[in-house]
Structures are given as C-alpha cells and as structure tokens.
C-alpha cells in the first residue's frame, strides 16, 4: 500500500510532538525513521497505525484516508509499540492466537499462520513458555510476529532493535529482510547503523520536524559523509594556506577550525596527501599535522540539524 501523509501536527497540551510533516511512502518501499529521543517518531508511527489522531493533516493509504476507513484500513496495518506491550501470564501461542482474533483471523488460519511466523521469528522452541518469562530479544521477536499475524500489507516497527545485543539485532534484521518483499515497511530506531543496513530511505526527525530525507546512496555520497583531513601547516600566512589547500584538486571545502589547524572536505575518491606534500615542499612550508578526521554515519544528522 503506497502511504501519503499530508501535513500532520500532534500537540500534547502545549508540547507540540509533531510539527507539520508531510512524506510518502511507496508500495513495497522499506523506509526508516531515525533520530533522537523525543523527536516525534514515535507520534509519527502511533498517527500512521491510527492508534493516535493528529491535530491537523491526514493520513491517506492507497488514496483511503484513515480517519474515514479506520476499521478496514487498520486490518491492513501490523504494529509494534517501542516498548511491546504483553499479558505476562499468557504463553506465546495463546497470545498470538489472541492478536489473530482481534484482527478476526479464524482460528484454523491464525494456527497456520503462527506456526509459520513462530519459526521465521526463532520463537519455536519458547512456543509454550508464558511471554513474561521471555528473553528482551525473544520478546522483541514477539512483537514484530505479532504485528504479522494478520498479513498486513503495511508493516510499523517502533524501536524494534532497542536494547538488544548484536546477535539479536542481527535477527530481527534477518526478520525484516525475510517480509520486505511482500510489505511496505516502516522501521523508527535511534541506530542509524541499524537504518542503513535495513532501509532504503532515511528520514531524519529532530523537535517534531522532517530535516532531511535521503535515499541510501544519497545518504553514502552526503557532503558530510566525504573523506575529511586535519591540516596544520607552518611557514605562511593562514589566508595563503587556505587558499593554496582549497586549490587542490579533490578538495571541496577549507574550513580553519583553531590555531591555524585547518578542516579539508574531500572528494569521495581522492588522495590529496601528496599534492599537499608537495605544494608545501615548493613554497618552503612545513606541515605541522595530518591526519584523518573519522566520519561517521551519525554526522549526516549533525549536518542536517545544523542546516
């Protein structure tokens, strides 16, 4: 189901959580939310499920609007709250036969489809035990089958991977690969490691607001994502040195930061340690330090939140 969202504002009291926001998802697309805590995903993702109604705006699925076909566009939706909510006292098969229910799923199919869930899930050998005993990533696992049970066409996941080990994360990555070809899928997470390896668009959330959405080759050719190099160089004027730095060729951007240390952005394939050897060797200039400046994939929020 292609997702429009149009202009969504959610307040609560003078707080406002989500600030106007409008994106589209496509049919079969895997989009991420990523951000930090408290920048409206989480609003974002109940508004989508319909759990919450926005202030303003809607929010339409294959041209439906979900506030006018709440019921049946809600049978289309599977949803996994940040936290996962369960009845502790309930073993894992009774509660997913439970969620198939809610969604009038028949009993025969619900058994059918849990037996397959439960094993694209890893939850197999803890079918019986009651899901208050459940591991944290056992119980993640628990979330996103039961966001499955009815066969959504739209898959919402909150924070799926928060609080998890590698080895669990890796798993319910494995969950998510196995499901995207059949489903539209929307993932929130503060890992952006976790986004990229799982999405095929970024968008990027800070105080209630949309700051930037990138495709993931986007994202890997961001200015910010460039090789970067700190440059200290003695023997000339600092003005004459950026000069003949931003001269060079692969260098995008001379930025001096202090005491006459200097930030060079490069391009992605470029080597310009030698022409900077050698363009101090011919003026008479030493060069004091240079060294990498390590990126990373989380300096794509720092630059989109500065723009």
């Keep these: 189901m292609e997702i ?3 202009n969504i504002t959610k307040r609560f009291g003078h707080q406002k959580a989500v600030d106007a926001i409008s994106f589209n998802v496509k049919k079969g697309e895997v989009v991420g939310f990523w951000g930090p805590a408290g920048a409206g995903k989480s609003t974002t993702m109940k508004i989508l499920a319909g759990i919450l109604s926005p202030d303003h705006g809607r929010v339409t699925f294959d041209n439906r609007a979900l506030h006018e076909f709440p019921v049946k566009l809600k049978r289309n939706i599977g949803y996994m709250a ?16 439970l969620i198939g229910k809610l969604y009038s799923v028949t009993r025969r199919q619900a058994t059918a489809r849990i037996a397959n869930i439960m094993h694209l899930c890893g939850l197999e050998e803890d079918k019986h035990k009651n899901t208050g005993e459940l591991s944290r990533g056992c119980r993640q696992r628990l979330g996103v089958a039961q966001a499955l049970v009815h066969d959504p066409n739209v898959l919402i996941l909150d924070e799926p991977a928060a609080g998890l080990d590698p080895g669990q994360i890796v798993k319910i990555r494995n969950i998510i690969h196995a499901v995207r070809e059949e489903k539209t899928v929307i993932i929130s997470s503060r890992l952006l490691a976790e986004i990229e390896t799982t999405c095929e668009r970024v968008v990027v959330m800070e105080g209630g607001k949309i700051v930037d959405s990138k495709t993931l080759p986007e994202l890997r050719d961001s200015p910010c994502m460039a090789p970067c190099l700190r440059v200290s160089i003695r023997g000339g004027e600092i003005r004459q040195i950026k000069e003949a730095l931003g001269s060079l060729p692969g260098v995008r951007r001379v930025a001096e930061i202090e005491n006459q240390c200097i930030e060079l952005q490069c391009a992605r394939e470029s080597n310009v340690k030698p022409a900077i050897f050698d363009m101090c060797q011919q003026r008479g200039w ?4 240079l060294t990498p400046v ?3 994939p989380e300096d794509v929020f720092r630059h989109a939140t500065r723009n």
């Design 82 to 97: 940040e936290h996962n909510p369960v009845y502790e006292k309930m073993n894992v098969v009774d509660f997913l036969l």
């Design 4 to 6: 429009v969202v149009e």
């Design 286 to 289: 030493y060069i004091a330090e």
């Design 294 to 296: 390590p990126t990373c």
